[in-house]
């Protein structure tokens, strides 16, 4: 049970949002399986669903591994992290390692993106855009039923959040 906090930071540490040349390294998530002592089968099983769960991929409609029960329920685990009040604390850790603007009425939110333009760094992004571009997004993109259900309280979470936030960023709040 101790190998599975390992994984996680494992997985996002090949993750292209925290390299420096936005590409993913599946690497260590490799070694990690192997040491385990799974079968090649089942490693690839593992790196199929890590790599073609995230929503860049379904962003541009390229899943990179079959839409199986196993991928269905990591997806959906790994959508549930982004979302709710956890979700809100990483969105704003994330920006604020990237320098990124809590909010600006100036930028606003990018629609229809690409899966290179959501990737891109190139474009002043900030943190509030962010539910728009993406963490709005998740709760009906959500493949099981369990999913869905424990989608739908954080999503609304997320929604008294950002409205809050422009009541106060606007001063009536």
């Keep these: 049970m101790g190998e599975l906090p390992f994984l996680a930071t494992s997985v996002?540490?090949?993750?292209?949002?925290?390299?420096?040349?936005?590409v993913e390294d599946m690497s260590i998530v490799k070694r990690f399986l192997e040491e385990v002592g799974l079968?090649?089968?089942?490693?690839?099983e593992i790196v199929a669903i890590i790599t073609g769960?995230?929503?860049?991929?379904?962003v541009s409609k390229k899943l990179n591994a079959e839409p199986t029960l196993e991928f269905a329920i990591v997806q959906d685990a790994d959508r549930l992290d982004a979302i709710g009040a956890i979700g809100v604390a990483r969105c704003f850790?994330?920006?604020?390692?990237?320098?990124?603007?809590?909010?600006?009425?100036?930028?606003?939110p990018r629609d229809n993106l690409s899966k290179e333009k959501?990737?891109?760094?190139?474009?002043?992004?900030?943190?509030?855009?962010?539910f728009h571009e993406?963490?709005?997004?998740?709760?009906?993109?959500?493949?099981?039923?369990?999913?869905?259900?424990?989608?739908?309280?954080?999503?609304?979470?997320?929604?008294?959040f950002v409205a809050e936030f422009y009541e106060e960023w606007s001063g009536k709040a």
């Design 12 to 22: 996002r540490s090949g993750d292209y949002k925290y390299t420096k040349d936005n």
């Design 134 to 160: 993406k963490l709005f997004k998740l709760k009906d993109m959500m493949k099981t039923e369990a999913g869905k259900k424990r989608a739908e309280k954080r999503h609304k979470f997320m929604e008294n």
């Design 93 to 108: 850790t994330y920006g604020g390692s990237k320098n990124s603007a809590l909010h600006d009425p100036n930028v606003l």
């Design 118 to 130: 959501y990737m891109s760094k190139e474009e002043k992004q900030t943190s509030i855009n962010h």
């Design 53 to 58: 769960m995230g929503f860049k991929n379904e």
């Design 39 to 44: 079968e090649e089968g089942q490693r690839e």
